[in-house]
């Protein structure tokens, strides 16, 4: 996990997002981490194996760009 600043425009406090990865869904398009290398996590094939759970509120505009950014949808971004 990257540490330094960034522009990240969360309004709650205390928000953190969950995310979810659809592995029948990835192709290995490999976009979710160059939108979101903090967040996403791919395999030597470039298959998003990020495993399910709640992402960081400084990594969540991360996880909602790289999941925005999957031609396949395979990424489920939630509150
Ligand atoms: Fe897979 Fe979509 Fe990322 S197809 S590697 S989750 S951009």
């Given at each position: 996990?990257?540490?330094?600043?960034?522009?990240?425009?969360?309004?709650?406090?205390?928000?953190?997002m969950r995310i979810?990865?659809?592995?029948?869904?990835?192709?290995?398009?490999?976009?979710?981490?160059?939108a979101g290398p903090?967040?996403?996590?791919?395999?030597?094939l470039g298959f998003?194996?990020?495993?399910?759970?709640?992402?960081?509120?400084?990594?969540?505009?991360?996880?909602?760009?790289?999941?925005?950014?999957?031609?396949?949808?395979?990424?489920?971004?939630?509150?």
């Amino acid at each position: 996990m990257g540490g330094h600043p960034r522009d990240v425009h969360a309004g709650d406090q205390g928000l953190t997002m969950r995310i979810s990865v659809d592995s029948d869904k990835c192709t290995g398009h490999a976009l979710c981490r160059a939108a979101g290398p903090n967040v996403y996590v791919l395999d030597e094939l470039g298959f998003n194996v990020t495993p399910a759970g709640e992402v960081p509120l400084e990594l969540a505009d991360e996880a909602v760009r790289g999941a925005l950014s999957c031609p396949e949808s395979a990424i489920t971004v939630e509150d």
